[in-house]
Every structure is written in structure tokens, then in C-alpha cells.
């Protein structure tokens, strides 16, 4: 009898849970569910019961370090010490991201971000609360990326719904900048497009992707239509996705923008020309052109690993594929994240394999086939 009685309480307190969790983020349910969720009577996802929000004991716990991020802000200005703490914590995150284990990069990044709302929550002058918000959005963002790249999908859709209510709360006050919050709301966008392509829904990240690119500025347009090109690939729209390509290249130039939510140059544009065409029938060689210069020249290891990926599918392409070049793009993709491990690109290098089934007797098929399986 006790221990129904404690069970009843337990559910009674993540169903609570959940519930402050869908008021306080409603933005979470504007991500993809997770393979098995469902799909409302509109189309749009929603979240569907507590066991969406609550993914397990660390997700309850960042939802409940959360608490009313834009309560409203009393006079005051925050200790320029922990301030200067969080800024470089970002820095720290924001350079190490792509080629850093993420259960190195992870802990103090989540303390960083926990302090950047302990500022919000604390008595600060007005002036402050949108830096505050996009200090501590930009950290849930990627923390958001790092959680995806350690495997961890519950936490990455916590952390990214987490940063589409800090961008929705920067662009609502009054007192920051709009081109900053404009261009963090564009990378939320991009955020959440890669991971609807990464849990295996193609045509909801592709609609993402265009959605963030119609409230863009002309800086985050090249990125955006650059993973809309991706996911409209991945699903089989190929004519949606070349239009995509053709918007990437023609916001090239205002990509160079400072104002850019994140770094876009040639190397993400030969990148993202190369993984589009190596999902499109008849365009192995566009695939393995490209990817060749992607990863001559990235310096961010998911980068250098996607490009050796989009090679790989190249060489499979059209009717003399090449198996064993195709293999030895797979291991190559998977040398490179050795030191940071990337779950994307596990996945990618696990597909490769299968789309290699038909030559099991190739020894470097064989040897990709042992690298997935140890990894």
C-alpha cells in the first residue's frame, strides 16, 4: 500500500512538473517528437503527455533549474565578475563545440547557463535583461548541439526549446539590440531544423528551415537555406532543394556580415552544395567535387566528418559505384571526430554502411563495418 502511495505521489510530481514546463516553454512543442510521438489534428507536433517533456531524471532536473527566466526585473546591475564568467564560458563553448567530447564541454557550460539565470532572476537594470537573455540563450543553444552530438536527444530538445524562449524574450524587449536578437532567433531556427534532420524527419526540418529563413536577416539566410537544401534532399524534394542551394549562394555576400548569428564562409558553402547532391541521384560526382574542398579546408571536425560522408554517398552514386572508396570516406568521417564524438555522424557512417550491404567482401567495407560497431 506505501509503495502505491508512493508511486501515485511521484507521477503526481512529474505531471505537475510537466505541466510548469509546457507554460514556461511553450516553444518545445515547435520541435520534432521523437520516433514513436504523434502528430495533432492541424499537422503541427505537440507534445503529447509528461513522458515528452520528462525524458528522465537529468531532463526534470534542467527543467527545473529553469525557473521564470523573464519574471519581471527590478533596478539593478549584475556582478560584472560572474558576467565576465558567463561571456567566456560562452567562448569557451561556442569554440570548442565541433571538436570537443561533449561530457567535457558539457558540465561547465550548463553552470554557466544556470548563472546567466541567476543574473535574469536577480535584481538588474532593464538594459541588461536582453544581453542576460541572449548570454543565456546562445548557451542553451549549445548546449542544445552538444547534447545532439553526445547522443543525447532528450536533454538537446530541453536546451532548444529553452533557447526559443530566451530569443522570444529578447525580441520582445524593448531595450536591446533587434538585429542581435533577429540573428540568435535565426540560429534557434537553424537548431531546431538540424535536429528535425537528425531525428528523421526531413520534411519538418526543411519547413524550419524555410519558416527562419522568411524572419531572417540577410547575414543567417545562407545557413538556413543551406540545411533547408539538406533536409528538402534527405526527403526527396530535389527540386526544392536546388532552389535552396540557389538562395545559399545568392546570400553569400551578406553572409560575411559580422551581424551573422554564426560564422558562414566557402568552406560551409562547398559543405553544404556537397551534402544536398549526395542525397540526389546523378549528382555523386557534384558530391564528392565538393566534399573534397568541404574538408580540405573546415577546420570544425563535424564539418570536415559531414563533407567525408557526402563522399562517401558520392561514390555509391550512378552505375559504376565505388565501394571501397565510399568505405574509406566512412572511416575517414569517423577518424575525425575520434577526439570530440559526434552522434550525427555516427549515425551518417552507420547509414553508409548499410547502403554498402551489397559489398560486404570489400575489406575496407568490412573494416568501416568494425569501426561502427566499436564506436
Known amino acids: 500500500m506505501f509503495a502505491a502511495w508512493v508511486q501515485a505521489k511521484r507521477e503526481d510530481e512529474e505531471i505537475q512538473l510537466a505541466r510548469v514546463a509546457a507554460r514556461a516553454f511553450p516553444g518545445m512543442s515547435g520541435l520534432p517528437p521523437l520516433p514513436g510521438r504523434t502528430v495533432d489534428r492541424t499537422g503541427e507536433v505537440r507534445a503529447t503527455d509528461r513522458r515528452q517533456l520528462i525524458g528522465g531524471m537529468a531532463v526534470a532536473g534542467v527543467l527545473g533549474d529553469i525557473g521564470e527566466v523573464d519574471n519581471a526585473f527590478r533596478?539593478?546591475?549584475?556582478?560584472?565578475?560572474?558576467?565576465?564568467?558567463?561571456?567566456?564560458?560562452?567562448?569557451?563553448?561556442?569554440?570548442?563545440?565541433?571538436?570537443?567530447?561533449?561530457?567535457?564541454?558539457?558540465?561547465?557550460?550548463?553552470?554557466?547557463?544556470?548563472s546567466a539565470n541567476r543574473l535574469l532572476r536577480s535584481a538588474v537594470e532593464a538594459k541588461h535583461v536582453t544581453r542576460l537573455n541572449l548570454l543565456a540563450g546562445r548557451l542553451a543553444a549549445g548546449l542544445a548541439g552538444v547534447s545532439q552530438f553526445g547522443g543525447r536527444t532528450?536533454?538537446?530538445?530541453?536546451?532548444?526549446?529553452?533557447?526559443?524562449?530566451?530569443?522570444?524574450?529578447?525580441?520582445?524587449?524593448?531595450?536591446?539590440?533587434?538585429?542581435?536578437?533577429?540573428?540568435?532567433?535565426a540560429r534557434v531556427a537553424g537548431l531546431q531544423s538540424w535536429m528535425a534532420l537528425d531525428v528523421g524527419t526531413p520534411g519538418a526540418a526543411a519547413d524550419i528551415a524555410a519558416r527562419g529563413l522568411l524572419e531572417a536577416a540577410p547575414p543567417d539566410r545562407a545557413r538556413l537555406a543551406g540545411y533547408g537544401a539538406e533536409a528538402a534532399a534527405v526527403s526527396g524534394d530535389h527540386y526544392r532543394a536546388e532552389e535552396a542551394v540557389a538562395v545559399m549562394l545568392a546570400s553569400r555576400r551578406a553572409a560575411d556580415s559580422p551581424d551573422a548569428a554564426l560564422p558562414w564562409d566557402d568552406v560551409e558553402e562547398q559543405l553544404y552544395i556537397a551534402l544536398p547532391a549526395s542525397w540526389a541521384p546523378g549528382r555523386g560526382k557534384v558530391a564528392i567535387t565538393h566534399g573534397i574542398q568541404?574538408?580540405?579546408?573546415?577546420?570544425?571536425?563535424?564539418?570536415?566528418?559531414?563533407?567525408?560522408?557526402?563522399?562517401?554517398?558520392?561514390?555509391?552514386?550512378?552505375?559504376?559505384?565505388?565501394?571501397?572508396?565510399?568505405?574509406?570516406?566512412?572511416?575517414?568521417?569517423?577518424?575525425?571526430?575520434?577526439?570530440?564524438?559526434?552522434?550525427?555522424v555516427t549515425h551518417g557512417a552507420a547509414d553508409l554502411l548499410l547502403r554498402l550491404r551489397p559489398y560486404t567482401t570489400e575489406p575496407l567495407v568490412q573494416e568501416l563495418g568494425r569501426r561502427v560497431a566499436a564506436v
Open 75 to 114: 533596478v539593478g546591475r549584475p556582478p560584472v565578475a560572474d558576467l565576465a564568467q558567463v561571456e567566456e564560458a560562452l567562448k569557451t563553448l561556442e569554440r570548442d563545440r565541433c571538436s570537443t567530447d561533449p561530457a567535457v564541454l558539457f558540465p561547465p557550460a550548463r553552470e554557466a547557463w544556470k
Open 154 to 185: 532528450d536533454l538537446a530538445r530541453a536546451f532548444a526549446g529553452i533557447a526559443e524562449q530566451h530569443a522570444a524574450a529578447a525580441v520582445e524587449e524593448p531595450h536591446g539590440s533587434l538585429a542581435d536578437a533577429r540573428a540568435f532567433r
Open 294 to 344: 568541404a574538408t580540405g579546408c573546415s577546420c570544425a571536425c563535424q564539418g570536415q566528418a559531414l563533407a567525408h560522408l557526402a563522399i562517401g554517398r558520392g561514390h555509391l552514386d550512378g552505375d559504376r559505384p565505388a565501394p571501397d572508396a565510399a568505405a574509406s570516406a566512412g572511416i575517414a568521417a569517423l577518424d575525425t571526430i575520434a577526439e570530440a564524438p559526434n552522434a550525427t
